[in-house]
């Protein structure tokens, strides 16, 4: 089984000014590792995913997260927000085993870009 | 379609009623999942479908939920005698063939708002 944890449940920030979003996550086995975003009224999109190789990845929108295993984390960073990035962020995790297919979401974090 | 689409968008249901709530998935994907998604909070899992089987139900809350996926496309979660607890976005999301690579990446719907007065 997995959990993740999401530290902050808002994040206000000015616009232009660096961001980023924690999460941690637990588990016994090998994991994959996804950032959803979800405007309101609208579905999750995936903004990046870990799988293996480099730990850092990057995704759309220009987010990029930095998997640390010996940390058990993988926090969301974007240098410069903008006001189109307030939404809501979930981190997920699922096991990377072939039998492995359900997402463990955490409670996710808010960002608010202050213009 | 391009994506995942679900219906109706919003659900209002008195409390005793039964619901049915629709998922269209990408063309040509096999897995679908069902999440339900309480008020600030993440999204939960409740049941996953490979074609038309039903491989994993454990997430469903009570024997008041079930889920079909008949001939391996379109679904349906069906709720009887809905309850306030019930109040909830309930995404729908699918995912490739294995062989097709990107099996790792489930891309979800838009929801269904359901509120249970």
């Known amino acids: 089984a997995q959990s993740v944890t999401q530290l902050d449940s808002q994040v206000p920030v000015f616009e232009e000014a660096p961001v980023e979003l924690r999460c941690n996550y637990s588990?016994?086995?090998?994991?994959?590792l996804f950032w959803y975003v979800q405007y309101p009224n609208q579905g999750l999109q995936l903004l990046l995913k870990?799988?293996?190789?480099?730990?850092l990845v990057k995704g759309i929108n220009g987010f990029e997260a930095e998997f640390n295993k010996s940390q058990t984390s993988f926090h969301l960073r974007k240098p410069s927000v903008h006001i189109s990035d307030t939404a809501e962020y979930f981190c997920?995790?699922?096991?990377?085993?072939?039998?492995?297919?359900?997402?463990?979401f955490g409670k996710g974090t808010k960002l608010s870009v202050i213009p | 379609g391009a994506g995942v689409s679900q219906s109706p968008r919003y659900k209002v249901a008195k409390r005793g009623q039964d619901v049915a709530l629709r998922c269209d998935p990408i063309?040509?994907?096999?897995?679908l999942f069902w999440y339900q998604q309480a008020l600030g909070q993440g999204p939960e899992f409740l049941t996953y479908?490979?074609?038309?089987?039903?491989?994993?139900k454990s997430g469903l809350p009570s024997d008041r939920f079930f889920a079909e996926r008949p001939e391996g496309s379109v679904s349906t979660l069906k709720i009887q005698r809905t309850q306030q607890e019930d109040s909830a976005v309930y995404l729908c999301?699918?995912?490739?063939?294995?062989?097709?690579?990107?099996?790792?990446?489930?891309?979800f719907g838009p929801g269904t708002r359901l509120t249970v007065l």
């Open positions: 999301a699918s995912s490739p063939p294995r062989l097709a690579g990107g099996q790792d990446t489930q891309y």
């Open positions: 588990s016994s086995v090998s994991v994959y």
């Open positions: 870990y799988l293996s190789g480099s730990t």
């Open positions: 997920a995790v699922r096991g990377s085993g072939a039998g492995s297919y359900q997402l463990t």
């Open positions: 063309s040509g994907h096999v897995s």
């Open positions: 479908f490979q074609n038309e089987a039903q491989l994993d």
